[in-house]
């Protein structure tokens, strides 16, 4: 198992909850998601001031548009010095190339990781956009066209991760969100696990919002999740 599995989504309206969670936090136990709300709403310097506290950060804008744009939107995202930036796979080929070839110029170049079916989506969901394919099937396909690309990696659920890991290798990170502890809500996800679960079926990294974020304290939810996967005595 990866020494530093834990990737908190730090999913909230404005920076003053974001930074007190990472001051409950510490970088040994996990490293930080910033996405589409938060980074909206404070920009670049939520980023630099959650990195000033030692924590890796995980830029999650999950770029999807012409591949021109998203060369320069991953080479920003390099330049704020993140450790992860995502883009989807579904932007194809060409846009997942341009992408990586972006940051083959970069001195930190984060891990660029392709996001294959949002652990949000069912079976049900894919068909009634016109997929004929399950999301386990989809999953697959492009996973293999992400690597292809050269990409470090995807996101996917955890569910798909056995079948991604012998089809892509030990060195393709799999990055799974749609993570819960036993017994909390699953809410809007629909492909979901627990942590030992994860890990289990050859998970690299758990994305984790909710569990730790909405409990009464996120520290302890922490330290559950690394009990339960045996990195925390
Ligand atoms: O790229 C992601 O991080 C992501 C991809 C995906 O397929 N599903 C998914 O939930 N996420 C993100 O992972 C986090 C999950 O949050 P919780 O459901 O609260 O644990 C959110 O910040 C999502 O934006």
Known sequence: MNENPVIVAV?????????????????????????KELFTRCGPALVAGLQDRGFDVF???????IPNTVAGAVR????????????HAAGGRRMMVAAAEALQSSSHA??????????SMSDEDLREMGYTESAGQRVLRLAALTRECGLDGVVCSAMEAPEL????????SLVTPGIRLAGDDAGD????????DAIANGADYLVIGRS??????????????????GSLA
């Open 11 to 35: 999913d909230f309206p404005s920076a003053e909850p974001a930074l007190a969670l990472a001051e409950r936090l510490s970088p040994e136990l996990c490293r930080l998601k910033v996405g």
């Open 59 to 65: 830029l999650d804008l999950k770029f999807h548009d």
């Open 76 to 87: 920003a995202a390099a330049d704020l010095g993140v450790w992860m930036v995502n883009v």
């Open 110 to 119: 984060p891990l660029l990781i392709g996001v294959t079916v949002l652990t």
């Open 165 to 172: 890991r012998a089809q892509c290798g030990p060195d393709f």
């Open 189 to 196: 996800q629909r492909r979901v696990l627990t942590p030992a």
């Open 212 to 229: 730790v974020t909405g409990a009464a304290d996120p520290l302890e939810a922490l330290q559950r999740v690394h009990r339960e996967l």
